[in-house]
């Protein structure tokens, strides 16, 4: 699938989960494009979220929208296919996580779906070099990951810019996705730094109004690509 970036993907894991569908309906109806899944195993990060049963809902209720799998868990190999299979069209895992981080991603290509690799706040971009060519996104990390609801981290935008830069001189088409205390005040930057992909949760599903939030972050971030073009 391809997509006019900016984009803003909807954190799941910070909605309602008693009216899921008429909150994943309210995300589609402002426009909404990408529905961001959080899978936790409360051992790679220190919570428990949900696996592919909600996915397969998430799914069912958005049938054409395009699912951003976020495995932050032990042994993402041995999920790919169960992810894959309840409606995923992208799956990223952890660099510090993967041991075989080369096989694990073209593990997921197999499936069909476009691969990720995301790094939490103290891993280095050095680190991803080997795997960049080989990548559909690559996922910052802004706060540390395992709860919804976290400040900001000020150094990744600064991740942000230099994935951009590589990304700029070696020609390569990864999409720069940034998730973690996401908001409409910092959204701006973030795109003019060169993230394409902003990732949102309490900041959308906490407002008083699920598509005035989004409106109001998407619109920062229509101004932070205005500012670059």
């Known amino acids: 699938m391809a997509f006019e970036t900016p984009l803003l993907a909807p ?31 409360g051992h790679f990060v220190p919570n428990i979220s949900y696996g592919p049963f909600i996915v397969d809902a998430v799914r069912s209720a958005a049938p054409d ?23 995923a069209n992208m799956i990223t895992v952890h660099q510090e996580i993967c041991p075989h981080l080369h096989s694990t991603i073209q593990h997921i290509k197999s499936t069909g779906c476009q691969a990720g690799v995301a790094i939490n706040p103290a891993t280095s971009v050095d680190l991803l070099y080997p795997i960049l060519p080989d990548v559909d996104m690559v996922l910052v990390m802004s706060v540390n990951p395992g709860f919804g609801g976290q400040s900001f981290i000020d150094a990744s935008y600064q991740k942000v810019y230099k994935l951009n830069e590589i990304r700029k001189q070696m020609n390569m088409t990864y999409l720069i996705e940034v998730d973690g205390g996401v908001q409409s005040n910092n959204a701006t930057k973030l795109i003019q730094k060169g993230a394409d992909v902003l990732v949102a949760g309490s900041s959308v599903f906490k407002a008083e109004s699920i598509p005035g939030a989004i409106k109001e972050i998407r619109a920062r971030m229509n101004a932070g690509r205005a500012d670059i073009v």
């Open 11 to 41: 954190s799941l894991l910070a909605a309602d989960f008693t009216r899921l569908g008429e909150e994943i309906n309210d995300c589609l109806s402002a426009g909404a494009q990408w529905l961001h899944c959080d899978i936790m195993d």
């Open 65 to 87: 929208t395009f699912l951003d799998v976020h495995l932050m868990i032990e042994n993402p190999d041995k999920y790919v296919v169960p992810f894959s299979k309840a409606g």
